[in-house]
């Protein structure tokens, strides 16, 4: 897959921001909308770009319903903090506040409680705070994982070879034959319970990879409740952004 620019049309009047992407593997052009990346057209590596325009009028009544219900004209989610803004942080919203250090200050300083995200950094960054809420986001997603997998891997009897945690992967986990375990970061704003159910579902393929009966008969035994927490990632999807 090559960059995806951000380009522009006008559909129904408005203007529409939309990402194209040209995939080797793709042979028919496909529209996608959701709301973190907004529309994303993707098309043959060769298609020409003249086409493209004619091919988002034919779906011109599903796409405006879909870019109204997602509120992604713009294109995709570009997301501001400020002290007040609220977090999902492990399924609980927390209030974020910005308190600064001594002018130039490096790094910077995160406390969690149950209800607030407080961090402190240096006075130039909170003009532009995303970088460091990601980069906390990512560190907390990177323990609790590594943790919770370890403490899975017991119960499931195998343990991964390596655990990445991805910054933008489009699945929640996914798990290699090389016994490599991948989880989007973003996983950390879900609550435990639904962290534990992509956790285990991607230890058991350590054991049966495929998604076999034997599969799920072991992944039922090792966490009962995972259906029902699998449904709740489905539905709060578009929630858990950064
Ligand atoms: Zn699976």
Redesign the pocket.
């Known amino acids: 897959m090559t960059a995806s620019p951000l380009r522009r049309t006008l559909l129904r009047g408005r203007t529409l921001r939309y990402t194209l992407r040209r995939n080797k593997r793709t042979r028919r052009p496909g529209l996608e909308v959701c709301k973190r990346d907004g529309l994303v057209v993707s098309v043959p590596w060769r298609a020409r770009e003249e086409t493209i325009p004619e091919l988002i009028h034919t779906y011109a009544d599903w796409l405006v319903k879909k870019l109204d219900a997602y509120d992604c004209w713009d294109g995709p989610w570009v997301r501001e903090y400020a002290t007040g803004t609220e977090l999902l942080v492990l399924g609980r919203p927390r209030r974020l506040k910005f308190k600064a250090l001594a002018a130039g200050a490096r790094g910077f300083r995160a406390e969690l409680d149950l209800d607030h995200l407080t961090f402190h950094m240096a006075p130039e960054r909170i003009l532009d705070p995303a970088p460091v809420v990601e980069k906390y986001l990512r560190d907390l997603a990177r323990d609790h994982l590594v943790t919770r997998t370890e403490y899975w891997a017991e119960r499931v009897g195998k343990a991964p070879k390596r655990v990445i945690i991805g910054e933008r992967t489009t699945r929640w986990g996914s ?1 290699s034959p090389s016994s490599t375990i991948s989880y989007c970061y973003r996983l950390i704003m879900a609550p435990p319970e639904a962290i534990d159910s992509i956790i285990t ?2 230890l058991c ?1 350590l054991r049966h990879f495929d ?1 076999s009966h034997r ?1 799920w008969k072991l992944l039922d035994e090792v966490y009962p409740p995972h259906r029902l927490w699998r449904e709740w990632l489905n539905e709060h999807e578009d929630e858990l952004i950064v």
Do not use: A
Request: hydrophobic share 15%.
């Open positions: 798990c579902h991607e393929h998604h599969f």
